[in-house]
Nanobody, 121 residues
Framework: QVQLVESGGGLVQPGGSLRLSCAASGSIRRINVMAWYRQAPGKQRELVTTITNGGNTNYADSVKGRFTISRDNAKNTVYLQMNSLKPEDTAVYYC???????????????WGQGTQVTVSS
């Protein structure tokens, strides 16, 4: 069994910063891609950013230059540093992990519980 636990959301003023964390634990052999998604009220869940095991990253155009994804492979943890936050960044943020379980099965369907980020004055 694999668990993903997120932390770090909250309320911040426009222009402020937040850092999200997502720690994976359980029957994990190896983690491949780690990602952050977000879902705003009334909208579909969208991909924000990804990072491969080798450290290659990709970002949605809406967050380029403001958000930074990183990972600590020794801790099976992914981070999202969010700077210059805007009201339109308000959403529930979810981490997503693709990995091989201890039994050797591969899945990209492991999700965190979600953490609320609200950007408002």
């Amino acid at each position: 069994q694999v668990q993903l636990v997120e932390s770090g959301g909250g309320l911040v003023q426009p222009g402020g910063s937040l850092r999200l964390s997502c720690a994976a634990s359980g029957s994990i052999r190896r983690i491949n891609v780690m990602a952050w998604y977000r879902q705003a009220p009334g909208k579909q869940r969208e991909l924000v950013t990804t990072i491969t095991n080798g450290g290659n990253t990709n970002y949605a155009d809406s967050v380029k230059g403001r958000f930074t994804i990183s990972r600590d492979n020794a801790k099976n943890t992914v981070y999202l540093q969010m700077n210059s936050l805007k009201p339109e960044d308000t959403a529930v943020y979810y981490c997503n992990v693709a990995l091989w379980t201890a039994r050797g099965a591969y899945s990209s369907d492991f999700w965190g519980q979600g953490t609320q980020v609200t950007v408002s004055s």
